[in-house]
């Protein structure tokens, strides 16, 4: 029974140490992700700027009426 129970705490841990490291990788994509994509989302919002005339509230309200159908 103890050498049962010594096992499933060793499991345990094992599988705790396995989520860290998920974490940790996730968190290391998403920066990645994150950085990878700030050359296309300065470019999009440039361009929406120059398609309302670079006000950010119109540009806001332009995308927020498109996703509502409006």
Known sequence: ?????????KKLGELAQAGELREQ???VAQEK????????FAAANQLLRERTGGDAAQAAA????KELGL
């Open 33 to 40: 992700a994150q950085r990878e994509a700030q050359p296309d």
């Open 25 to 27: 990788n996730a968190a």
């Open 1 to 9: 029974m103890e050498a049962l129970a010594g096992e499933q705490g």
């Open 62 to 65: 332009a995308i927020i009426d």
